[in-house]
């Protein structure tokens, strides 16, 4: 509620800015981009698709999203709500807003055994919640590929040994709330994403941890029910926490790119039903068919073969933390930390010192920015000015200027108490560096 807070006043302010200082805006967008895309757009509210199409016009801004994927909360999305705002904003430009999202349903990232269990787990959701999201029809592969396996019972610290050793790389995505449990199960391992924060990467191989024993009591029977077929009529009204739950999965299965995997560490009633859901061909679908192959099968654990990642890849998946730390430090601290300490963990891992280093060293300045804007801990001005211009340095000298000009602008809250008639910080410094880009 603070974020949509936040939003109204902006859009309030610019409202009135542009009434008032009309010589700074360009026609009628309120910005000087041509052109904006947004990705992710099914986690956004209507206030901020709004701030959108006020900071683009009508006719240029492009959206992109998966109403599937839906998992942010308080967020409740639908395409409709987008024309709606649309056309709120276009005025006598209606025609520039399109009646239907185009669809694309060809997937450039998964392989055809991905893509089949995520529709599998889709068609559950449209069986028993037909309105959680537009059915946008079924994602089609460009290529063929191995069915995802399942983990059932198996130790914590033989999967530990797997994803340390035999499949060194793999990430592991769980239940938000449940990563600093599985990260101590697994004895430390450092690629253990919660399903909302993965959402947006992509990964070589990944491990979905106990996503089913992690659920509430009052949540295994409704699961075990809908998997076996038992449902009643009013299953969407009674047990609405399920749709939330399909979506999280789906969003986990997305995620990966080439060897996905199910483990569940200890026995549970919805887990038992999974299993048997994804590895037998005895159930029927929700469509009322009967199906002629298995959706995953049944893995045991020690006949996994070797997966270790290539330094490239290691290399590759570091920078996608990276940059994914950088767009979290408006948003969320300890999200954006534990990204960058991944990334730093991927660099290592590729033996990239360079870039090991630099994400290093931008960990460390983001953690002084927390501190200087957190009330009461920065201590004595004069020290923390002297801590900021050695990190200031450090950054200029690894060319991390899109960190440095952060650094500088929060920076200006000590200067301005020491020296209150410069601006030197300001203008000379801060300005002049870039506002976007990554440097890695």
């Not at 041509?34 to 757009?41: M, Q, R």
């Not at 069915?147 to 130790?155: A, C, K």
């Not at 080439?258 to 299993?275: H, K, N, W």
């Not at 809250?413 to 203008?427: A, G, M, V, W």
């Amino acid at each position: 509620w603070d974020n949509c807070d936040r939003i109204v006043s902006l859009i309030q302010r610019l409202q009135s800015a542009k009434t008032t200082d009309p010589d700074i805006f360009q026609g009628n967008s309120w910005c000087k981009w041509s052109k904006i895309y947004v990705d992710e757009v099914q986690d956004y509210t209507q206030g901020e698709c709004l701030l959108f199409f006020h900071l683009s016009g009508a006719g240029n801004l492009f959206l992109a999203g998966d109403p599937a994927q839906n998992v942010v909360r308080g967020v409740e999305f639908r395409f409709e709500d987008i024309r709606s705002v649309g056309y709120h904003v276009a005025g006598n430009q209606k025609y520039l807003i399109p009646q239907k999202p185009k669809i694309v349903n060809i997937n450039f990232r998964s392989h055809a055994g991905i893509l089949g269990c995520a529709a599998s787990i889709l068609s559950q959701m449209f069986a028993q919640f037909p309105d959680s999201a537009k059915q946008l029809g079924k994602d089609e592969g460009l290529f063929q590929g191995p069915r995802p396996g399942v983990f059932y019972m198996v130790q914590p610290q033989i999967i530990g040994d797997l994803v340390f050793k035999r499949m060194n790389g793999t990430v592991i995505l769980t239940h938000d709330e449940n990563v600093e449990e599985c990260k101590k199960k697994l004895g430390g391992y450092s690629l253990v994403y919660g399903i909302r924060v993965a959402k947006g990467l992509e990964f070589k191989s990944v491990i979905v941890l106990d996503f089913f024993s992690s659920f509430p009591t009052e949540l295994q029977k409704p699961w075990r029910d809908m998997l076996l077929g038992r449902t009643d009529p009013d299953f969407s009204f009674k047990h609405p926490e399920v749709e939330v739950h399909l979506k999280l999965l789906y969003t986990a299965v997305t995620r990966c790119i080439d060897r996905l995997f199910f483990a569940e560490t200890s026995s549970s009633i919805s887990g038992d039903a999974f299993v048997r859901w994804m590895t037998t061909t005895s159930l029927k679908q929700p469509d009322g068919q009967q199906p002629t192959r298995a959706i995953a099968t049944l893995n045991n654990i020690t006949d996994i073969e070797n997966m270790i990642m290539t330094q490239d890849e290691w290399l590759a998946s570091g920078i996608s933390n990276a940059e994914a730390a950088e767009a979290e430090e408006g948003n969320d601290e300890s999200s954006a930390k534990s990204l960058l300490e991944k990334a730093i963990y991927c660099f290592v891992q590729a033996k990239h010192n360079d870039f090991a280093n630099k994400a290093k060293l931008q960990l460390a300045s983001f953690c002084f920015r927390c501190k200087i804007m957190s009330d009461g801990s920065t201590g004595s001005d004069q020290d923390t000015e002297m801590e900021g211009i050695q990190i200031m340095a450090k950054l200029l000298k690894e060319n991390l200027l899109l960190e440095a000009r952060g650094l500088g602008k929060d920076l200006q809250i000590i200067t301005k108490t020491i020296y209150s008639s410069s601006n030197f910080l300001q203008h000379l410094l801060v300005e002049e560096l870039p506002g976007e880009g990554y440097t890695y």
